[in-house]
């Protein structure tokens, strides 16, 4: 069952900003909104997902140096 969600206070930038970006979809700002909601609710948190991540790394049961990262990380960028 579908429900109404009304969001009071949001700048007028923010609400020309979404206007325009719905509009060059070429959907209406509810379209555009609902689409953003529902993009957002299919995802999992940032929380959830660091969660996620720290159980595999723990299972997992390795550790890389931050060193090691770091180097890696410089001579991919030569």
């Known amino acids: 069952m579908a429900v109404q969600i009304t969001v009071r206070n ?3 930038t923010v609400r020309n900003e979404l206007a325009a970006r ?5 959907q209406s700002m ?3 909104l609902r689409g953003e909601l529902e993009r957002i609710a299919s995802r999992p948190s940032v929380d959830l997902w660091l969660e996620g991540v720290r159980g595999r790394k723990e299972a997992a049961g390795t550790r890389v140096a931050r060193d090691r990262i770091l180097d890696a990380r410089d001579r991919d960028r030569r």
């Open 10 to 12: 949001v700048a007028e």
């Open 22 to 26: 719905a509009a060059l979809r070429g």
């Open 30 to 32: 509810q379209e555009f």
